[in-house]
């Protein structure tokens, strides 16, 4: 059974569109770091008061910093995706295809137990 968090104000920055801010709760969150590259990925899911999905990641490799975020809404066959400055409706089907191709071509890199444990965080997401 999951916890019943207390809403409260979520800022998220974001290099690639505008900041995003809402009032909500961490869901989920994840951090993973690869030896071979040094990249240091920290990725975390909200939800919002109104339902909505905030999702943040941000990397670090040496100096180099990025930070991105997008508020998400599902609407049965659309999907409204945000990156704080551009709000994209985008078709659910075809975005679910699109993650999963993107998963498939990630798991050709992964190891068995990274592909278990990325098969545990969607299995949380979508409890």
């Not at 951090?31 to 990249?39: A, D, I, L």
């Not at 400055?85 to 089907?93: A, F, P």
């Amino acid at each position: 059974m999951k916890k019943k968090g207390r809403l409260k104000r979520v800022n998220l920055e974001n290099d690639f569109g505008g900041p995003i801010s809402f009032a909500g709760k961490l869901e989920n969150e994840a951090m993973n770091y690869c030896e071979r590259s040094g990249e240091l990925v920290s990725e975390k899911i909200y939800l919002s008061e109104k339902g909505r999905t905030g999702y943040s990641v941000s990397s670090r490799k040496g100096d180099e910093r990025e930070k991105r975020a997008y508020l998400m809404e599902d609407q049965g066959e659309m999907c409204l995706v945000s990156n704080g400055s551009i709000l994209l409706g985008v078709d659910t089907e075809n975005l679910i295809t699109f993650f999963a191709k993107v998963l498939d071509e990630q798991a050709s890199e992964k190891s068995v137990d990274e592909l278990e444990y990325i098969r545990k965080q969607l299995e949380a997401v979508n409890e």
